[in-house]
Each structure stands twice: as C-alpha cells, then as structure tokens.
C-alpha cells in the first residue's frame, strides 16, 4: 500500500507551520509523498525537500484527483466514523486534508468521506490518527 498526501489551500503566511506539520506528519507516519495546493511556497518546499522527503507543488488539484489511480480518501468532519471505514481502505491511498473550507466538489471526487470524531480539530491530528490506523 502507497500512502501519498494533499493537502488543500496552503496559504503562505498563515499556514506555513501546520503544512509543514502535515508534511512532518506524513513523512513520520509512512507516507511517502506529500502534494500541496493552494498558494506556491519556496520555503516549505526547501524545509520539507531537506529532509528528503518528496514534496510536489499542484496548481490543479481536482485534475490531480481525477486521473489517480489511487483511492481518494477526503478527511472531514462531515465524513463517515472512521473506525467503519478504515477495514475497506486497500491498495494506493491518496488522503486528501484541507486548510480553509474545501469546496463540496472535493467530497464528490472522494471514494471515502471521513471523520476522525464529530469535533473540528485540525488536519495534522486527523491525519495522524489515519495512518496510524492504516499501519
Ligand atoms: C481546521 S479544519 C477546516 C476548518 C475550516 N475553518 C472550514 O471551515 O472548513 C482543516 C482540516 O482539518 C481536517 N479535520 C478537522 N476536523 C476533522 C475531523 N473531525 N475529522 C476529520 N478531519 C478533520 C479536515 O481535513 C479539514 O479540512
């Protein structure tokens, strides 16, 4: 199983340490890629390509879901108890996190909708949660 990232929305002076805690994250946890949309940030990808760990800048990211092959896992508040759907999740991952509010196309475009609890918390601890369970 293959575990790559999107994370949605980067917003350079805003969310540059909770990106790079996805992306920490993500690396700590197994991931093996992280992609970002959003805002293009030279500093996040200069601290994350330092510890080797792949980082890829997307200006379109519904194209970038649309042709992978990859189950598209959306992580919100407004998805399904994780605990249910984590036994169906085979094969290549690709798990979606937001920043500010994600657009209701991207819950269509998701083969799951998740929830890590019914309380809004942030994208690094859902994530984290996530793959950890997916270990
Ligand atoms: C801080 S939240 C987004 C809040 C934003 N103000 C909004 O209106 O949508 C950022 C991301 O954290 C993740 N997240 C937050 N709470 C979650 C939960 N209970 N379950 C799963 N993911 C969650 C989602 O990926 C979400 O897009």
Same mark, same amino acid.
């Given at each position: 199983m293959t575990i790559q990232?999107?994370?949605?929305s980067h917003r350079i002076h805003r969310d540059i340490r909770l990106s790079t805690h996805v992306a920490l994250t993500s690396r700590a946890f197994g991931a093996s890629k992280i992609y970002y949309s959003g805002q293009h940030d030279s500093s996040l990808e200069t601290s994350i390509k330092?510890?080797?760990?792949?980082?890829?800048?997307i200006e379109n990211p519904k194209k970038l879901i649309k042709e992978s092959k990859s189950t598209i896992?959306? /992580?919100? #508040?407004?998805?399904?108890?994780? &605990?249910?759907?984590?036994?169906?999740? $085979?094969?290549? /991952?690709? #798990?979606?996190?937001?920043?500010? &509010?994600?657009?209701?196309?991207?819950? $269509?475009?998701?083969?799951?909708?998740?929830?890590?609890?019914?309380?809004p918390h942030s994208e690094v601890a859902a994530l984290a949660v996530i793959l950890e369970k997916l270990k």
């Amino acid at each position: 199983m293959t575990i790559q990232v999107l994370r949605l929305s980067h917003r350079i002076h805003r969310d540059i340490r909770l990106s790079t805690h996805v992306a920490l994250t993500s690396r700590a946890f197994g991931a093996s890629k992280i992609y970002y949309s959003g805002q293009h940030d030279s500093s996040l990808e200069t601290s994350i390509k330092k510890l080797n760990f792949p980082i890829e800048y997307i200006e379109n990211p519904k194209k970038l879901i649309k042709e992978s092959k990859s189950t598209i896992v959306h /992580l919100t #508040i407004k998805g399904e108890d994780y &605990k249910k759907i984590i036994p169906k999740l $085979k094969g290549n /991952l690709l #798990i979606i996190v937001g920043g500010e &509010k994600v657009p209701t196309e991207y819950y $269509k475009l998701a083969d799951y909708n998740i929830s890590v609890t019914k309380y809004p918390h942030s994208e690094v601890a859902a994530l984290a949660v996530i793959l950890e369970k997916l270990k």
